[in-house]
């Protein structure tokens, strides 16, 4: 008698307990082909991200947070059995992880947030008024739950034993002691260990808590890592609390609750749960530009202007900040999508919220951003606050837009805003441009192709120019190749720049949760290290250094750009190519690498980013962008105390 499917248990409900996401997907035995080919499409694309040899063992200040050999590890996981094929997946994926480095890794859609898990008790980290820190359940917690998970609140209501029963309001700023009987300080660094994608230690333990972000909507909330995982890992959490005016704690166990993702395809069994979420989509790999027969349409922001931006499983949050932390403040006209421009109430003290360096029209973008900027100053502002918390990156000209724009035409600005760069040199990226140099993109759309990139003098290379000729280098003990130093990419700019300074640096400040990354980093970093910008950390643990971005780059990419690369070169059979993906997977890649600015000749990634300051998070203003604004408003520009009280 054949056994139940797991997956027809499961299929259709939107909710489901992780146990049974959990039988589902470790149901499918791990096929040898998929097996070889994931490993070989991964293995042969590292060959074209920058940062493999020095991910082996970073140099200070990171020797201690990325020390990942990932052709070793993918060796291991080759000869390594596995029980299934999410096994299999799950040791690929922290070992990605494992590098802390939002541009590099590998996902798997068949698996990485298919079922999205939670739990109603986002957590956050305060500081008390003798400068103390402890944990507590968000005071915002069950506004947050129960408007974002209406059909499913009763479920955790019910859930909560005796005399907590149908209580879960009474949990909002609750005083947390133990997660599953320990200091809640060992569940912090425990995620920061496993969650990836920054360097800093200190920015992936600021991971585990609920912080906003501003999206192309509206005000956006993340529960953090405690509460929000992308796989269906965790049962449940033993908490030991103190509720709000209670003078005892209570001890209580709460189950997670796994929601079907908004981005995977509904199933009824087994075969369909395989075919509509697990097989490569036509967008996982890459397409011949010269191939008449398919549609190798690109967008022309995707074509023309680069970008750096971090990865994850976990897909852009559509949660809602509630209402009565969202700025009450009314934007300003120039505002658009992600860039959100204010006035404080002392009348010198602009703001632009920026929760990405991507929108959806990059020349209404950039417009925005300049316009934005000067009707702050024309309503009289002097001080500006660049709010860029959970800014994942964006479009890499966009930050250097921004940049010239706020501190004007110097030396600094133009003829490069950004960093100067360089991609990897192996001998597969050495006959692309070899290919391309001697004719092969005729219609000019390739990114290998000279004619997008400049020396470092910043000089157009002329389109037949072989520019990837190797340089040699020695890292971690190995040889590496790279490419010559590449200059700007972006100037002159689509818009026409003002001929003056919008601010002066020094009234300047760049506040975020240290969750800035890729573009961020590059408008961060300069705008810190060139022009003296003061940077600012809002909450994290006041006794480690907090960093105010991380994952820097210098331009992100994925399998399926370099896949196109080489099958529009007529390359795709060549030894060292990577084949097609046969799965719904994703592989990111660092593509070109920054240079520092205060020691150039090393790349900016491995350099120190430390904040300025840390503005310490209260019940008051944890989640609350406006108090924020207006505190450090008051703390930094010294400006007057008598702000009109937020009513919303």
Same mark, same amino acid.
């Given at each position: 008698?054949?056994?139940?499917?797991?997956?027809?248990?499961?299929?259709?409900?939107?909710?489901?307990?992780?146990?049974?996401?959990?039988?589902?997907?470790?149901?499918?035995?791990?096929?040898?082909?998929?097996?070889?080919?994931?490993?070989?499409?991964?293995?042969?694309?590292?060959?074209?991200?920058?940062?493999?040899?020095?991910?082996?063992?970073?140099?200070?200040?990171?020797?201690?947070?990325?020390?990942?050999?990932?052709?070793?590890?993918?060796?291991?996981?080759?000869?390594?059995?596995?029980?299934?094929?999410?096994?299999?997946?799950?040791?690929?994926?922290?070992?990605?992880?494992?590098?802390?480095?939002?541009?590099?890794?590998?996902?798997?859609?068949?698996?990485?947030?298919?079922?999205?898990?939670?739990?109603?008790?986002?957590?956050?980290?305060?500081?008390?008024?003798?400068?103390?820190?402890?944990?507590?359940?968000?005071?915002?917690?069950?506004?947050?739950?129960?408007?974002?998970?209406?059909?499913?609140?009763?479920?955790?209501?019910?859930?909560?034993?005796?005399?907590?029963?149908?209580?879960?309001?009474?949990?909002?700023?609750?005083?947390?002691?133990?997660?599953?009987?320990?200091?809640?300080?060992?569940?912090?660094?425990?995620?920061?260990?496993?969650?990836?994608?920054?360097?800093?230690?200190?920015?992936?333990?600021?991971?585990?808590?609920?912080?906003?972000?501003?999206?192309?909507?509206?005000?956006?909330?993340?529960?953090?890592?405690?509460?929000?995982?992308?796989?269906?890992?965790?049962?449940?959490?033993?908490?030991?609390?103190?509720?709000?005016?209670?003078?005892?704690?209570?001890?209580?166990?709460?189950?997670?609750?796994?929601?079907?993702?908004?981005?995977?395809?509904?199933?009824?069994?087994?075969?369909?749960?395989?075919?509509?979420?697990?097989?490569?989509?036509?967008?996982?790999?890459?397409?011949?530009?010269?191939?008449?027969?398919?549609?190798?349409?690109?967008?022309?922001?995707?074509?023309?202007?680069?970008?750096?931006?971090?990865?994850?499983?976990?897909?852009?949050?559509?949660?809602?900040?509630?209402?009565?932390?969202?700025?009450?403040?009314?934007?300003?006209?120039?505002?658009?999508?992600?860039?959100?421009?204010?006035?404080?109430?002392?009348?010198?003290?602009?703001?632009?919220?920026?929760?990405?360096?991507?929108?959806?029209?990059?020349?209404?973008?950039?417009?925005?951003?300049?316009?934005?900027?000067?009707?702050?100053?024309?309503?009289?502002?002097?001080?500006?606050?660049?709010?860029?918390?959970?800014?994942?990156?964006?479009?890499?000209?966009?930050?250097?837009?921004?940049?010239?724009?706020?501190?004007?035409?110097?030396?600094?600005?133009?003829?490069?805003?950004?960093?100067?760069?360089?991609?990897?040199?192996?001998?597969?990226?050495?006959?692309?441009?070899?290919?391309?140099?001697?004719?092969?993109?005729?219609?000019?759309?390739?990114?290998?192709?000279?004619?997008?990139?400049?020396?470092?003098?910043?000089?157009?290379?002329?389109?037949?120019?072989?520019?990837?000729?190797?340089?040699?280098?020695?890292?971690?003990?190995?040889?590496?190749?790279?490419?010559?130093?590449?200059?700007?990419?972006?100037?002159?700019?689509?818009?026409?720049?003002?001929?003056?300074?919008?601010?002066?640096?020094?009234?300047?400040?760049?506040?975020?949760?240290?969750?800035?990354?890729?573009?961020?980093?590059?408008?961060?970093?300069?705008? *810190?290290?060139?022009?003296?910008?003061?940077?600012?950390?809002?909450?994290?643990?006041?006794?480690?250094?907090?960093?105010?971005?991380?994952?820097?780059?210098?331009?992100?990419?994925?399998? *399926?750009?370099?896949?196109?690369?080489?099958?529009?070169?007529?390359?795709?059979?060549?030894?060292?190519?990577?084949?097609?993906?046969?799965?719904?997977?994703?592989?990111?890649?660092?593509?070109?690498?920054?240079?520092?600015?205060?020691?150039?000749?090393?790349?900016?990634?491995?350099?120190?980013?430390?904040?300025?300051?840390?503005?310490?998070?209260?019940?008051?203003?944890?989640?609350?962008?406006?108090?924020?604004?207006?505190?450090?408003?008051?703390?930094?520009?010294?400006?007057?105390?008598?702000?009109?009280?937020?009513?919303?």
């Amino acid at each position: 008698m054949p056994l139940p499917d797991p997956c027809a248990a499961i299929a259709g409900k939107k909710w489901v307990l992780p146990r049974e996401a959990r039988a589902c997907m470790t149901s499918f035995q791990l096929d040898p082909v998929i097996k070889s080919n994931i490993i070989e499409v991964v293995n042969k694309t590292l060959a074209f991200h920058t940062s493999v040899t020095y991910q082996i063992q970073a140099p200070p200040p990171y020797e201690s947070d990325v020390h990942e050999d990932l052709h070793a590890d993918l060796a291991r996981i080759s000869q390594q059995e596995y029980s299934s094929e999410f096994d299999f997946h799950l040791d690929i994926y922290r070992t990605f992880k494992r590098t802390n480095d939002g541009h590099c890794g590998v996902y798997n859609y068949c698996y990485d947030s298919l079922y999205v898990t939670y739990l109603p008790l986002p957590l956050v980290l305060l500081t008390e008024q003798d400068g103390s820190q402890n944990v507590y359940v968000a005071p915002e917690a069950f506004i947050v739950a129960s408007n974002e998970f209406e059909d499913e609140i009763d479920f955790w209501q019910d859930a909560l034993p005796g005399h907590l029963k149908g209580k879960l309001e009474s949990l909002s700023g609750a005083k947390v002691f133990l997660i599953n009987g320990e200091s809640p300080s060992v569940a912090v660094n425990q995620n920061a260990e496993t969650t990836g994608s920054y360097q800093s230690f200190a920015t992936r333990q600021n991971s585990f808590f609920a912080s906003y972000h501003r999206g192309a909507d509206g005000w956006d909330y993340s529960l953090g890592n405690f509460a929000l995982q992308a796989h269906p890992l965790t049962d449940s959490v033993e908490l030991t609390v103190q509720r709000a005016n209670s003078s005892t704690n209570d001890t209580f166990t709460l189950p997670y609750r796994s929601r079907f993702g908004t981005a995977s395809h509904e199933f009824t069994d087994s075969a369909s749960y395989r075919a509509r979420n697990c097989v490569s989509k036509q967008s996982t790999n890459g397409v011949d530009m010269y191939d008449g027969s398919i549609d190798t349409q690109i967008p022309d922001d995707a074509r023309k202007h680069p970008v750096n931006v971090i990865l994850d499983a976990m897909p852009l949050t559509d949660i809602d900040l509630p209402e009565h932390l969202q700025p009450a403040l009314p934007a300003l006209g120039q505002s658009y999508s992600v860039a959100q421009f204010y006035m404080l109430n002392d009348n010198v003290t602009g703001v632009l919220a920026l929760g990405s360096f991507s929108a959806r029209n990059f020349t209404a973008f950039g417009i925005s951003l300049l316009t934005g900027l000067q009707e702050l100053q024309a309503i009289g502002a002097k001080n500006l606050i660049v709010d860029v918390s959970n800014n994942g990156g964006g479009y890499i000209c966009i930050a250097h837009w921004l940049h010239r724009i706020i501190v004007g035409p110097k030396e600094s600005t133009e003829p490069q805003a950004g960093l100067d760069s360089a991609t990897r040199a192996g001998p597969l990226a050495q006959l692309i441009v070899k290919v391309i140099a001697a004719g092969g993109d005729p219609d000019e759309v390739l990114s290998y192709n000279p004619i997008q990139w400049t020396n470092a003098t910043h000089e157009p290379f002329p389109e037949t120019y072989d520019w990837l000729e190797p340089v040699d280098v020695v890292i971690n003990g190995r040889n590496d190749s790279f490419s010559q130093r590449l200059g700007q990419e972006c100037q002159p700019f689509e818009w026409d720049a003002p001929s003056h300074a919008l601010f002066k640096p020094k009234n300047v400040l760049i506040v975020s949760n240290g969750r800035c990354a890729s573009s961020c980093s590059l408008f961060s970093i300069t705008m *810190s290290k060139s022009e003296g910008v003061k940077t600012i950390v809002t909450g994290g643990n006041n006794k480690i250094a907090q960093e105010y971005c991380g994952t820097v780059g210098g331009q992100s990419t994925s399998f *399926s750009m370099i896949d196109t690369e080489l099958k529009s070169t007529k390359l795709k059979n060549h030894t060292l190519a990577p084949p097609d993906f046969l799965t719904n997977s994703v592989q990111g890649i660092t593509w070109r690498l920054g240079f520092g600015v205060h020691d150039p000749e090393k790349p900016e990634e491995w350099q120190q980013h430390r904040a300025d300051l840390i503005f310490p998070l209260t019940a008051e203003t944890v989640n609350n962008p406006a108090k924020i604004w207006e505190a450090l408003a008051r703390r930094e520009f010294k400006t007057p105390v008598s702000f009109r009280v937020q009513t919303n």
